[in-house]
């Protein structure tokens, strides 16, 4: 059992990255082996829209044919038996750099045909782990759930399973005294911090050791 992790925040040792390790922490105890790839670490493209991907015959049908350092990544993902994809969420959405990863790791594997089928013959399940300033009821109030859940979708349906973890009302800098940060109440962060952001880690390990040993038809159910 091979699980990769990728961190889609540019911070290797914050939220998203800690929940990330406690996922592939729990992958571990059941004797998977594990990666974490950071994204901010590689230079990139997202998808450049040259269609290699789809042309019949050719030698890219089916995989990305542009060539960067996303590249390797990639043939990991390839390879993987399980996947987590963790990002902040900037302006409602992940960032950026996770935006590139999604496009170039799940378009090439879309056919074009009436039931938007998927090439992917060994399907794995791929795990979605947000982390986020607003408070969990305000989430759908800001729509945050509409726009991520196209993607999950997009992705259960070419993948085979997805799940996701929303870790809420997280804890941003280290000093807010710093910042320009009216909107928010330090000390109710930093508690937020001790006391809730454990049992988000927990979830995240709980969700590590079940991609390493559910098979997706049991994922699925």
């Known amino acids: 059992m ?24 729990g992958a571990a105890s059941t004797g998977a082996a594990t990666e974490l790839i950071h994204l901010y670490d590689l230079n990139y493209k997202g998808c450049i829209s040259c269609f290699a991907c789809k042309l019949k015959g050719g030698k890219s049908y089916g995989k990305c044919a542009f060539q960067d350092e996303l590249s390797p990544v990639l043939d990991k993902i390839a390879a993987a038996d399980a996947i987590f994809l963790g ?35 060994k399907k794995r399940p791929v795990g ?11 989430v759908p109030e800001w729509g945050y ?21 929303y870790v809420t009302d997280t804890y941003q800098f280290s000093d807010y005294d710093r910042y320009v940060v009216t909107a928010f109440d330090a000390a109710a962060k930093a508690k937020r911090r001790q006391e809730v952001f454990p049992e988000d880690c927990k979830k995240a390990f709980e969700l590590g050791v079940k991609f390493a040993t559910k098979s997706i038809a049991e994922l699925t159910q």
């Open 2 to 25: 091979n699980v990769l992790a990728i961190n889609g925040s540019p911070r290797k040792n914050w939220n998203t990255a800690t929940l990330l390790n406690n996922a592939l922490e």
């Open 87 to 121: 990002s902040p969420i900037y302006f409602g959405n992940v960032t950026g750099e996770m935006r590139s990863l999604i496009e170039r790791m799940a378009f090439p594997y879309l056919v074009y045909d009436k039931n938007y089928s998927s090439l992917l013959e």
């Open 145 to 165: 759930d509409k726009t991520l859940s196209a993607t999950e979708t997009a992705f259960k349906r070419t993948f085979g399973a997805t799940e996701s973890l």
């Open 128 to 138: 979605f782990i947000y982390t986020m300033n607003i408070t969990a009821e305000m």
